[in-house]
């Protein structure tokens, strides 16, 4: 049927004796590599993230322990019985929006539909130069979802987008040297893979007028080869020539102790122990559950692997101000989970063809064949060294500078500028301490952050960032509410 399909259509342009071949190959299996989820080794405070992530030796308002145990060892108490975090990119959002709205696309090809309907146009005999420009038109109106597609939601089909908002719940505490935290961290995740389909139609120039021949001549071989495999019927086209959304999607449980322990005035070393309880979640969304995407991605979860690991840090405070910390994260190495996605696409490949400086087609042969695809996807714990800085301008302004990651294990950093992160707040008191305003900047993953902090009666903690997230690659606004003392 494929191929009589072919021979119908292009007969109908063809003037010379040749018509085109179409050859079925066997089915091919392919695994790609693997896609290692970005995950951050830690909770990141939104008042960190705020000024640019910088977390080593300056942890004096944050949740200390987490970033680095031997700040407990500066004797405190202090209590956060609520803490609430999100992170909210909104191109994905927009991603899940688009998507949500174009089910139709997804269900009835309408798009596939319209150009498929245009090119039978532009190659029907005896018609005229204005039905064919119209023709032209109407394939070029049905191309606006596919590269709109691209552009919103999937990305290249080699390095696939990857949308998501993540949640931290949690308490935590310090008694004097010991500390305890209990925490959930998870990123409601979805990428969309681009179908080969779809990747040949954003290849195809689609000539605007009729002046080139040869042009309209190519642009209907190249659109042929793309279409004409995934069509099985009247207006129907295979769920193999659209592209396959999957959830990758993740969430900790996190439960933590540590202890700081002063060496003298001036040096404090700490270690903490983790329990992490790992879900992971990488499954095929079905179209229909495109308009509730990411808060299906929160329901689906199933608990995989439950994890011990550590942390251990020290600190130095010099006596004019300045402090330096150094921690050595997830020393006890925590299982790596792994899963795949296996999704069946149809591919073609075009072997040779020829065209007359007037346009006419002449010896058109291609191939198809069908391709199952094993996408691994990978989320592991690494083990993280970093050093960082603190020194105070002022009683009330801080500077930071962090090096993170200078083993280089973390697979969402690049580069070494990757690695590096500034950053600095000042905190503005008023109404008798009763209020205090704190703005923040800072320099993470080479990009600026920006954060704003609202501390009422020192026990409502009101934080926003504005920051680039790692896991799905864009920026996101981040909030926090924490109530503690």
Not at 122 to 137: D, M
Not at 377 to 390: D, Q
Not at 465 to 477: S, T
Request: net charge negative; with cysteine.
């Amino acid at each position: 049927m494929l191929q009589t399909l072919i021979c119908l259509l292009l007969s109908l342009f063809i003037v010379t004796s040749a018509f085109p071949q179409a050859t079925e190959l066997p089915h091919q299996y392919r695994t790609v590599e693997t896609i290692h989820l970005k995950y951050p080794i830690n909770s990141m405070d939104v008042r960190a993230i705020g000024m640019g992530s910088t977390q080593i030796a300056n942890g004096k308002t944050y949740n200390a322990m987490m970033y680095n145990p031997s700040l407990l060892g500066h004797k405190r108490f202090s209590i956060e019985f609520l803490g609430i975090q999100t992170g909210m990119p909104f191109a994905t959002y927009d991603a899940a929006d688009y998507l949500s709205h174009h089910i139709d696309e997804f269900n009835e090809a309408i798009s596939l539909n319209q150009i498929w309907d245009g090119l039978d146009k532009l190659t029907q005999p005896g018609a005229s130069n204005e039905q064919k420009l119209q023709a032209l038109h109407e394939i070029q109106d049905g191309l606006v979802f596919v590269n709109d597609l691209f552009l919103e939601v999937t990305g290249p089909g080699d390095d696939p987008k990857i949308h998501g908002i993540n949640l931290l719940p949690g308490i935590s505490g310090q008694f004097g040297n010991f500390g305890f935290s209990l925490y959930g961290f998870g990123q409601a995740g979805f990428m969309v893979e681009l179908s080969p389909t779809f990747e040949s139609l954003l290849d195809i120039e689609i000539p605007s007028t009729l002046d080139n021949p040869v042009a309209t001549a190519r642009a209907i071989i190249q659109l042929t080869a793309a279409l004409a495999p995934a069509v099985i019927g009247p207006r129907k086209f295979s769920d193999k020539a659209y592209p396959t959304a999957f959830y990758s999607s993740y969430f900790d449980i996190v439960g933590a102790a540590g202890y700081g322990l002063p060496i003298n005035k001036n040096l404090t070393i700490g270690a903490n122990l983790k329990i992490i309880n790992r879900r992971f979640l990488i499954d095929r969304i079905a179209v229909d559950d495109y308009d509730e995407i990411i808060s299906n991605a929160w329901d689906k979860f199933k608990s995989d692997v439950t994890g011990v690991t550590g942390d251990l840090g020290a600190h130095y405070q010099f006596k004019f101000g300045t402090s330096v910390g150094a921690t050595f994260q997830n020393i006890i190495p925590v299982k790596e989970i792994k899963k795949s996605i296996d999704t069946e696409y149809k591919f073609n490949k075009i072997l040779r063809y020829d065209i007359t400086q007037d346009g006419q087609i002449d010896s058109l042969r291609y191939v198809t064949w069908e391709t199952t695809i094993t996408r691994p996807f990978a989320l592991k714990v690494p083990f993280i060294m970093s050093i960082g800085v603190c020194h105070p301008l002022t009683k009330s302004w801080d500077v930071a500078f962090d090096w993170v990651d200078i083993a280089e294990n973390d697979s969402r950093y690049e580069k070494t500028e990757d690695r590096i992160r500034l950053g600095t707040e000042y905190r503005f008191n008023t109404l008798k301490s009763a209020l205090t305003i704190t703005p923040r900047i800072g320099l993470s993953d080479q990009r600026i952050a920006l954060g704003l902090g609202l501390n009422i009666l020192k026990l409502f903690h009101i934080d926003g960032a504005y920051a680039y997230d790692r896991f799905v690659n864009e920026y996101a606004y981040y909030a926090q509410l924490k109530i503690g003392w």
